[in-house]
């Protein structure tokens, strides 16, 4: 009998054995484990307290996360990795959850990110974008294509038919320095877009414009950080366009639901296309100083429409631009945008501003806290090429993501410098916070709402493809 036969005989019958025999925790072999993986499974809680008896570590496990815990997951439990980051890379990679650590002998998990990267590799993604856009040519190409890839996957392209903007406008109210309106505009037929239009009482004109998009806070562009980023603007010498995101507060009878579909991302960046018509189109204005400025959900709609809005000439996109993080809502990445031509990152779809003044508001509190090194480096680097390196900023405060006092007193002198306000009128204490009810031009409860106007999500979609198609 050969040696190999002999092995064979042996081998069918430790097969034969394993399947057969009931499974025993301890037999930790090779043969047990190839044969039977499933006698390994353990739950991730049961496998994240071993490694943090082993380990000494202090995991904790995100709320999001907390309903994966009970999932199993095949990992022999001899399996040893000593590295508390690797071991918790293999433990969370079937489960596509992910980690961050927090300190010396800390970390957290979290709930799938996909629109996540880990931000070492994000960081040597814009290194290689750094060397490989080294001269204008070659960026260019990457910016055309950024750009056209943007349209498509937002449905821009075609993009609907510019049909009149039927605009709705209330009574002005007077301010210190400033007025406000209720301006209603049809951005294609059947859908509306609400803002309030803050201008200033005082100076000759002709003024700049600023379109000011809001993030996804609760109280959306009724908040006070809102409203004081606006008025204080208007008071400056800007006429500004403060409105709402779709199926956002207080405007319209749309559901939220029709806000957490990617169809949103296209809409409310032709909506701020349609507001820079309309302010375009008022009397005593300079269509020649367009800037924008938003912060998080609408910082990622500020270099979108900076990206695809050649009218708008100064960009301030506050706590968004990141290499690694492409915002979590349908509205910024729900659409396979980022993962086209080889991954773009939203530093990239800032850069495509470039050569026009740019400035980053940064947070050491959230996914911009990388700017200094990473986001920056690579926007003065994209600017260089064209001999601009000092039209890129930024600045960075140790505060909580949003636009809080700090972040206006950044936005306030690179304004003033680059569309020719007034900084010596910047006094938030001259501001009146106004109340939702006074600023929707369809009333609280949307009892002015437009006849035959979109109400559902469904709807909206075919007025959407309605305006594209129409000829
Ligand atoms: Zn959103």
Request: proline share 7%; hydrophobic share 35%.
């Amino acid at each position: 009998m050969s040696r190999r036969f002999l092995c064979s005989i042996i081998g069918a019958a430790l097969l034969a054995g394993a399947a057969t025999l009931p499974a025993s925790a301890q037999d930790y072999s090779y043969h047990a484990y190839k044969n039977n993986k499933e006698r390994y499974a353990q739950t991730l809680g049961e496998l994240l307290d071993a490694a943090r008896a082993d380990l000494r570590v202090e995991i904790v496990v995100d709320a999001n996360a907390k309903p994966f815990l009970e999932q199993k997951i095949p990992v022999a439990p001899w399996k040893y990795w000593a590295d508390p980051s690797l071991r918790l890379a293999y433990l969370l990679a079937p489960l596509d959850l992910t980690f961050e650590k927090t300190g010396e002998n800390s970390f957290r998990v979290y709930e799938p990110w996909y629109q996540n990267r880990p931000e070492d590799e994000a960081a040597a993604h814009l290194e290689r974008a750094k060397a490989r856009y080294a001269d204008r040519e070659s960026w260019e190409k990457r910016r055309d294509a950024i750009r056209a890839t943007l349209l498509k996957e937002f449905q821009l392209d075609p993009a609907p038919k510019k049909t009149p903007l039927n605009p709705i406008v209330s009574e002005t109210r007077q301010h210190d320095g400033y007025s406000t309106t209720n301006v209603a505009l049809e951005i294609f037929p059947k859908y509306w877009v609400c803002g309030t239009l803050f201008r200033p009482t005082e100076g000759d004109g002709p003024f700049p414009l600023v379109v000011s998009p809001h993030g996804h806070g609760k109280e959306g562009r009724f908040a006070a950080d809102q409203q004081y980023r606006a008025a204080t603007l208007a008071r400056m010498g800007a006429v500004v366009f403060a409105h709402g995101m779709l199926g956002w507060v207080g405007d319209t009878p749309l559901k939220i639901d029709s806000h957490r579909d990617p169809i949103s991302g296209g809409i409310q960046t032709w909506s701020t296309m349609r507001v820079i018509d309309y302010l375009t189109s008022l009397e005593n204005v300079d269509a020649s100083r367009i800037g924008i400025t938003g912060e998080s959900g609408g910082g990622s709609q500020t270099f979108y429409a900076s990206a695809l809005d050649e009218r708008i000439t100064v960009s301030v996109p506050t706590v968004m631009v990141s290499a690694h993080f492409y915002g979590g809502c349908p509205c910024e990445s729900g659409t396979p945008f980022h993962s086209r031509l080889g991954c773009i990152t939203n530093a990239e779809v800032a850069a495509t501003f470039a050569p026009k003044p740019l400035k980053l508001i940064a947070s050491k509190q959230d996914w911009t806290k990388n700017t200094p090194t990473v986001e920056y480096p690579f926007l003065q680097s994209i600017y260089g090429l064209y001999d601009a390196a000092d039209r890129v900023e930024y600045e960075i405060f140790d505060e909580p993501h949003g636009y809080g006092k700090s972040n206006r007193g950044a936005l306030y002198p690179f304004f003033a410098k680059e569309l020719g306000l007034d900084l010596s009128r910047v006094d938030e204490s001259k501001v009146t916070i106004e109340p939702m009810e006074a600023m929707t031009p369809f009333g609280p409860n949307c009892e002015k709402y437009p006849e035959g106007a979109v109400r559902t999500l469904e709807e909206l979609r075919a007025a959407f493809e309605a305006a594209k198609s129409a000829e």
